[in-house]
């Protein structure tokens, strides 16, 4: 996803000044300490343990420690956030009781509609909605860019009473008081250290952000919103997709976590967060939040949300938008439910009609599309390649306004934003724009509130386009929009920006675990910049689009939430269980899902695409308590060191495999590695009825090509409620494997309840040779 929102270069608004100094030669690390530390029982108080670390180790004896200690964590994890020299890093590594040191990094941000999409009926008395009751009594904890809190998504009118549990608070800040919080919005919190520390080393000057919970660029709004915003009727985006528009958990409560500024979410903040939000007492965490794959014991939101599920907090993370590329997913680590994103079958056709009498199919939100309409005529078309100066990009600047004054202007997608390319050519005097997928972005169709009368195409069609353009003198089209369009085109399909499997650091489990609506949603918007999110942006209105696995995140975060509210004692593994193996494999249509012009396999759509419908009522669950990770940890070769970094245990994985023989960890999902010389394996898999007593179960399989799979047994009787049944899988492969090739193949095991077909407990198999 192209950031095409620049609002993080907004200066239309009341901004503080966060004050900077600058300091080359100090950098922010991340110190995790031992959380049964020998050390720590000197001290008074942890925040002194925390300090004394520092003491120890500065160079300056006329500094205060404190002024270099940026937090101090105890919850997420046992440590602290320090600015340091390098020469005291490596101080610092030599005393006792440091598990592990690692640099701040900086993660980035990855409706009216979609809720019918997946089956919501607010009228249905037996639909999932009535059944949660809206998500009534949970509470989602959004860790983002802020929340608008006058966005009518956040009214609280309906709401019951905050919960008796919750301890977090309502932080003043700039243009934020404790009255912007209600019994929706029943909290906000900024965290800015981590930011203000990087940028007091690296880029000294003035920035301008809001130095308080308040959003400044409107990816928190959106996302907050999408997952537990109220029902707002008449909602519309300048008149498109008029509708009323509801967050997946409408009844839900929703806490705002400010992790992230104008260049980025630095992973000291995101944990401070988290660190907070476990003792506030939020139910979900979702983070819209990535980048790249990273190794569990350098990943901080890996560090965090395991002590977050600990607690019995479900975490629900972004995929990432690196798609298509192989093994580009992030969050994987198994704790946490990692969402790629999928498409609607919601359009909003902008036909580009060329002067030789074919037609191009486009997209478009551009609203004020009457000047193109009264005209009826078709106006020049211009693709300006020959600058050397970007201008096939539509660069700033890089467009003669004596070439495209008066014309289409024809702008080749990527590099920077799509709607800002749209302003170039305004401000060069062009009439209007027609984006061009490149082969990188093929057909994929995130739309835009575009400035001027505009068009995205797919790459096929640009192909014609520009065959056009060279084909004549003077080549003319005009663009034809068709409003908003639902239910003609099929879906889901895969999210071509969506990240791809298989996790990079952990093959062992398939990631993503599912996909959820992620392309052109609509939802809260804040009042303060246009939809676009561009500084030239006068417009105003309250929703807007966006596309992005940040988008897919919330979705599946209300859907959790419908769960819980359901199920108030299930773990957030027994959650997470209940999302995947009720997931649809095929689309609406009752075809597979499609990925491009292919059917979709499980390393783009884990288990499918999420159904709320089916979620709160699974029949089954797999559930995994938090000690079978870390044997899970073990059998993967991590380090004594590795897994006390990651799960704060301090284990023997000799003792912990001795006891757990043949250990399998319980997920939904079963992935499969044959080594070079490996010819068979076996899984073990216990299952819980949640459904009702006295329930059967019967076997389905579908086997991987080139591979023989057997269960046993292959019937579960069930006579209680939260029994639980363990079965075997064996898998025995029948390819030749080469060495110097890695190959696939795919495959899924059901149990189907033999008395109803509505239980039908599916979990994706993936098999690689390598």
Wanted: hydrophobic share 35%; with cysteine.
């Amino acid at each position: 996803m192209e950031y095409s929102k620049s609002h993080l270069f907004v200066s239309t608004l009341f901004l503080c000044l966060l004050s900077l100094r600058g300091n080359s030669t100090l950098q922010t690390y991340i110190v995790q300490l031992h959380p049964q530390g020998v050390t720590s029982s000197s001290f008074a108080s942890k925040a002194d343990w925390h300090l004394s670390f520092l003491e120890q180790t500065m160079s300056s004896v006329e500094e205060d420690a404190s002024s270099r200690l940026v937090y101090s964590y105890h919850s997420a994890m046992e440590g602290f956030a320090a600015q340091l020299s390098e020469s005291e890093l490596e101080s610092l590594k030599m005393l006792p009781d440091v598990v592990a040191i690692r640099p701040d990094r900086i993660h980035q941000v990855q409706t009216t509609y979609s809720y019918k999409f997946l089956g919501l009926d607010p009228a249905s008395k037996e639909g999932a909605w009535h059944k949660s009751s809206f998500g009534r009594g949970t509470i989602i904890g959004v860790l983002d860019t802020g929340v608008w809190p006058e966005s009518p998504s956040f009214n609280d009118h309906g709401m019951p009473r905050v919960p008796k549990k919750w301890r977090g608070i309502c932080q003043q800040g700039q243009d934020f008081n404790s009255s912007n919080c209600n019994r929706k919005l029943i909290g906000a919190r900024f965290f800015t250290r981590g930011y203000r520390a990087a940028l007091m080393s690296n880029s000294p000057g003035v920035v301008q952000e809001y130095a308080s919970p308040r959003d400044t660029h409107g990816h928190g709004t959106h996302t907050s919103s999408t997952a537990g915003g109220a029902s707002v009727g008449m909602a519309s985006v300048l008149g498109n997709a008029a509708g009323v528009a509801r967050g997946l958990a409408p009844g839900a409560h929703v806490a705002m976590y400010k992790v992230c500024w104008l260049n980025g979410c630095y992973s000291s903040d995101i944990l401070a967060a988290m660190d907070v939000a476990i003792i506030d007492g939020v139910d979900i965490l979702s983070l819209s939040l990535g980048g790249f794959p990273t190794p569990l014991f350098a990943d901080s939101i890996a560090i965090g949300s395991f002590r977050a599920v600990e607690h019995g907090i479900s975490v629900v993370c972004a995929a990432g938008n690196n798609g298509p590329i192989e093994s580009s997913v992030a969050n994987e680590a198994p704790w946490i439910a990692t969402i790629g994103a999928s498409t609607l079958d919601r359009r909003f056709p902008a036909i580009v009609q060329m002067g030789n009498g074919k037609v191009l199919y486009g997209q478009s939100m551009y609203p004020g599309n009457r000047l193109m309409r009264s005209t009826g005529k078709e106006i020049e078309l211009v693709y300006v390649t020959n600058e050397n100066t970007g201008s096939e990009f539509c660069f700033k600047g890089s467009l003669p306004r004596a070439k495209v004054r008066g014309k289409i202007v024809v702008c080749d997608r990527g590099i920077n934003g799509r709607a800002e390319k749209g302003e170039v050519v305004k401000e060069a005097g062009g009439a209007g724009m027609i984006l061009a997928n490149t082969e990188i972005n093929l057909e994929e169709d995130s739309v835009d509130v575009h400035f001027l009368p505009s068009t995205l195409i797919g790459f096929d069609e640009s192909i014609h386009l520009k065959a056009y353009i060279n084909s004549t003198r003077r080549p003319t089209a005009r663009i034809v929009y068709g409003g908003t369009v639902i239910g003609k085109s099929r879906a889901p399909a895969v999210a071509q920006f969506s990240a791809r499997g298989p996790s990079l650091s952990n093959p062992s489990i398939l990631k993503p675990d599912v996909i959820a609506p992620g392309v052109n949603i609509i939802a809260a918007w804040p009042q303060n910049i246009g939809p676009t999110g561009l500084p030239e942006d006068s417009r105003r209105v309250n929703f807007s689009v966006m596309s992005g696995t940040s988008m897919a995140c919330p979705h599946a975060s209300g859907i959790a939430a419908l769960v819980r509210s359901v199920h108030p004692k299930w773990s957030p593994a027994a959650i997470k269980s209940a999302i995947m193996t009720t997931a649809d494999v095929t689309d609406h249509s009752g075809n597979p899902i499609m990925d491009g012009d292919k059917p979709a396999g499980v390393f783009a759509i884990g288990a499918g695409h999420i159904n709320p419908v089916r979620a709160i009522d699974p029949g089954l669950i797999y559930d995994i308590r938090p000690e079978e990770y870390v044997t899970h940890l073990c059998t993967l070769g991590y380090t004594k060191s590795d897994i006390l970094t990651i799960t704060h245990r301090n284990v023997s994985c000799r003792e912990m495999l001795k006891m757990n023989r043949g250990f399998s960890l319980n997920y939904p999902s079963i992935s499969v590695t044959f080594k070079h010389g490996m010819r068979s394996k076996r899984v073990r898999r216990q299952i819980t009825n949640v459904g009702s007593p006295n329930s059967t179960y019967l076997l389905e399989v579908m086997a991987p090509k080139e591979v023989s799979v057997k269960v046993k047994p292959q019937r579960l009787v069930f006579t209680d409620i939260n029994q639980s049944l363990s079965f075997r899988v064996w898998f025995i492969s029948r390819k030749r494997i080469r060495k110097d090739k890695r190959s696939f193949s795919q495959g899924h095991l059901a149990w189907v309840n033999s008395n109803n077909s509505y239980h039908k407990v599916k979990s994706p198999i993936s098999v690689t040779w390598k």
